[in-house]
């Protein structure tokens, strides 16, 4: 099977066997999740959920994104059991319980996230090969503060939502957050405040630590958005350095 063979909605054997080519590697439903990969299900109109559906009186494609509902599909469930979703408009709504259940058959992955993740997984690859073929770094310079950083917009966007304080005004007050310039670019902003970047895997690290935010959440970040998929790599080798 090649790219263009990938359904723009793929089942989950369509997905597992396109990646399995692409990376000469068995997958199955759980490896997809344990990647980041967002299931789908289509879910047709409900007159019970009106504010769900929206304008969209045919129904739509609702996201599996929360960690109980994907971690039992990832455990081998026998279905698919929706908790909670993003509605029509991208909002996300805690269901009434029990929840809607679906057959797993149902399940679909978007053609562009199974092609990102693939391309992920092939930079990270190549960045691994790239350090076998190096001396070995200890975990300190493997880790040392890089010079490029993701912009303010950026930060609250990946992260604000996992955390309970006001990020933005943290960042505003802190300098960088967790001690002197911390998570923010030393090189960056002096000269004009708007120009001040932070490196993501640095802060990811401390909102962690300092949050207590779960890894799962952060992994998920750093799958999620395209500004991250640069770090993705550094992000992964950093983990596997510090055994987390």
Not at 10 to 23: E, K, N, V, Y
Not at 168 to 178: C, D, H, K, P
Not at 196 to 207: D, E, F, K, Q
Not at 237 to 243: E, F, I, M, P, S
Request: hydrophobic content about 40%; charged content about 25%; aromatic content about 10%.
């Amino acid at each position: 099977m090649t790219t263009t063979e990938l359904p723009f909605r793929a089942t989950t054997a369509q997905a597992c066997h396109w990646l399995s080519q692409q990376t000469a590697t068995p997958w199955t439903l759980a490896r997809m999740i344990e990647k980041g990969l967002t299931p789908y299900v289509w879910l047709d109109y409900d007159a019970d959920y009106p504010a769900l559906f929206g304008d969209a009186n045919g129904g739509y494609a609702a996201p599996i994104f929360f960690e109980g509902d994907t971690q039992r599909l990832a455990a081998g469930s026998e279905d698919v059991l929706i908790t909670m979703t993003k509605d029509v408009y991208r909002i996300v709504t805690k269901l009434k319980p029990p929840g809607f259940r679906r057959a797993l058959h149902e399940l679909r992955f978007l053609k562009k996230d199974v092609e990102r993740l693939a391309s992920k997984l092939k930079r990270e690859a190549e960045a691994e090969a790239k350090a076998a073929a190096e001396p070995e770094l200890n975990k300190v310079d493997a880790i040392k503060e890089s010079q490029a950083g993701i912009n303010k917009e950026h930060v609250l966007i990946a992260f604000s939502s996992l955390v309970k304080i006001d990020l933005e005004q943290a960042l505003q007050s802190g300098g960088g957050i967790f001690g002197d310039e911390g998570a923010k670019v030393k090189s960056s902003g002096k000269k004009a405040k708007n120009k001040a970047v932070w490196n993501p895997i640095t802060l990811a690290l401390g909102l962690n630590d300092v949050y207590r935010v779960p890894m799962s959440h952060l992994k998920r970040a750093f799958n999620t958005h395209d500004f991250l998929l640069e770090w993705a790599a550094e992000w992964e080798h950093t983990l596997a350095l510090l055994g987390k």
